[in-house]
């Protein structure tokens, strides 16, 4: 079936680090999607990606397509970050295949 | 205001009971969607809706069936419940299916 692998599991990082998520994802996918899951549990959308890079803020998304990687880059990060960071490959219609997420934690 | 509301926000059932679980979202979005998450599994895709038809399933059993009676609301009725269908179940809209959702608060369900 189909599969995402994130890593790492966790990250501990001081604020003001940079981070960088990984995802891997096992066939072809029309897009990767990363996901900001809070720690009460909402869920909100960050960056949606097909291929190349796309930045927004703080987040820099990069998808190589043919490679079935992708990467989420967050620059100077703040507490307020901390969460779970939930990478997913559509399928299409919004059929999203998620990773078991990178839960990252911002210390002052 | 929340503009995608699901309701109940918790919602506690027995083994073999029919629950249905509510969203409505005023976004004025075409496409509707519901995830599943629980303790032993990443969020899962459950189904989608695009102008209220069924555009993609991935929901092996019948016992979950959703339900949309006008296009802003997309209802997700369970029955026979049993207690691997505790989860917390999340309902999400899009202007269209191309578009990253927004997702509800979710509805945290629990069978005893």
């Known amino acids: 079936g189909q599969q995402v692998q994130q890593s790492p599991a966790s990250l501990v990082l001081q604020e003001g680090e940079n981070a960088e998520l990984q995802c891997n994802f096992s066939?072809?996918?029309?897009?990767l999607q990363w996901f900001y899951q809070r720690p009460g549990g909402s869920l909100v959308s960050l960056l949606s990606?097909?291929?190349g890079t796309k930045h927004t803020g703080r987040l820099t998304s990069t998808t190589v397509t043919k490679e079935r990687r992708g990467s989420l880059h967050i620059s100077s990060s703040q507490i307020t970050d901390s969460g779970t960071y939930l990478c997913?490959?559509?399928?299409?219609?919004?059929?999203?295949?998620f990773g078991k997420g990178t839960s990252l934690t911002v210390i002052p | 205001d929340p503009k995608i509301i699901q309701k109940p926000k918790y919602l506690v059932a027995v083994t073999g009971s029919e629950k249905i679980l509510i969203c409505e979202q005023y976004?004025?979005?075409?496409?509707m969607y519901w995830y599943r998450q629980s303790a032993k599994k990443p969020l899962e895709f459950m189904f989608s809706?695009?102008?209220?038809?069924?555009?993609d399933n991935q929901t092996a059993s019948s016992r979950f069936q959703p339900q949309s009676s006008k296009k802003n609301h997309l209802d997700l009725q369970i029955t026979a419940l049993k207690p691997d269908d505790s989860a917390t179940y999340f309902c999400?809209?899009?202007?269209?299916?191309?578009?990253?959702?927004?997702f509800g608060e979710g509805t945290r369900l629990s069978v005893l």
């Open positions: 999400a809209s899009s202007q269209d299916t191309d578009q990253a959702p927004l």
């Open positions: 066939s072809t996918a029309t897009r």
């Open positions: 990606n097909p291929s």
């Open positions: 997913a490959m559509d399928t299409g219609y919004q059929n999203f295949y």
């Open positions: 976004l004025g979005h075409n496409a």
């Open positions: 809706y695009s102008y209220q038809k069924l555009m």
